[in-house]
């Protein structure tokens, strides 16, 4: 009897969850693979696709898990955030001295054949501390002590990654922060003047905490001129790729950039170029269609969903991933400095899959409860 209510009470849980929001993110996960695929087939190493799938279904199974959860023990539970907070710091700090360093950077443990990525992690969780932190205050965010305090949470993990030197999750995060100030009823003058804080530390830590190297990194993301047999010529390729693939594309495999080498990084960072030159315009077209109706049910669900805690979080991760979309379509058109950030869903990589659908666990928590 007891196993027959859990089934029932299982299946009943799955039907309440928000297809709308859950199709999408599958549509786009399955694209992803395609591309995986297609991109894999010129030297037949299919290593990364089938890591990937084993990732995709860990995804799932971690979504399903997080969402048969009540969220109000998040949004009561200040010791939990808090011990989850400073996991990640730990975390991070261990890149510094346990992680190998791959193109210039600290950013994945490996394990084996695997790579783990704690900033994906410290996303969710700086997500949730966020929502929690404002939810209690948001009739008095516009003290300076809840301003100073809430900048203190986002300073320290972001010191810690900028360090690597690896500024894409800096700025997401960064932007995160801001935007959920916005949200929690921030003045504008106050957010003028932590805009300007933040410059004046940007210009000190340029002048006296960065070494020559780390300058040259961060001046080749932001002029790829400087470096046009590297962080140039990746830009270069991807817009290549992007022109080459016309309306209908190259064809399954078919991609010259992307098959013989040129295109850098095509199952990561330029997986979206890699996808317009062998699929073409419409599946562009349809690619962002998909990411289109994605952010836009996190948004009809922020817009419905009672108490601040659901609301910030939901916002916050609509923003997280808005942003993130943004910023890679943005370096593979070539419009915006390369920052290293996957697009979410699509992109290889288990870290980001995976935390992306704890994340997106935890707004169907918030839908079903």
Known sequence: MLKAYIMTDFFSH?????????????????????????????LGDYANL???????????????????????????????????YFIGILALVGLLFFAPETRGIRAWYKIGPISIDPIEYMK?????????????????????????LSGVYFAIPSAFIAIQPNLGPVIILGG??????????????????????????GIFVWSFALHDYQKDRLLAFMKPELDPLGIGWSQQQAELAIGNGGIWGKGFGNGSQTQYG???????????????????????????????????????????????????????????????????IGMNLGFLPIIGLPLPFVSYGGSSLIFTYIGLGIVQSIKTH
Request: hydrophobic fraction near 65%; charge should be positive; aromatic fraction near 16%.
């Open 14 to 42: 799955i039907r309440r969850l928000d297809l709308i929001l859950l199709g999408p993110a599958i549509i786009l996960s399955v694209f992803g693979m395609i591309s995986l695929w297609s991109s894999s087939s010129a």
């Open 176 to 201: 995160v922060w801001l935007l959920m100030l916005l949200v929690a009823g921030i003045k504008i003058k106050h957010l003028f003047a932590i805009l300007l804080l933040g410059f004046v530390i």
């Open 262 to 328: 040129f295109l850098s990084e095509p199952q990561t960072d330029f997986i979206f170029a890699a996808i317009a030159e062998e699929f073409g315009l419409v599946a562009i077209v349809f690619l962002l269609g998909v990411l289109l109706v994605f952010f836009w049910r996190l948004i009809h669900i922020s817009l419905r969903v009672e108490g601040n805690f659901a609301r910030l979080f939901i916002g916050g991760f609509a923003v997280l991933f808005a942003m993130e979309v943004f910023i890679n």
């Open 50 to 84: 089938q890591k990937q799938g084993i990732f995709f279904g860990v995804a799932l199974i971690s979504m399903l898990l997080v969402s048969l959860g009540d969220y109000r023990f998040l949004r009561n539970s200040s010791y939990f955030i808090l011990t989850l």
């Open 124 to 148: 969710i969780v700086m997500l949730i501390l966020m929502a929690k932190f404002f939810t209690f205050r948001h009739t008095e965010v516009y003290r300076l002590r809840h301003l100073a």
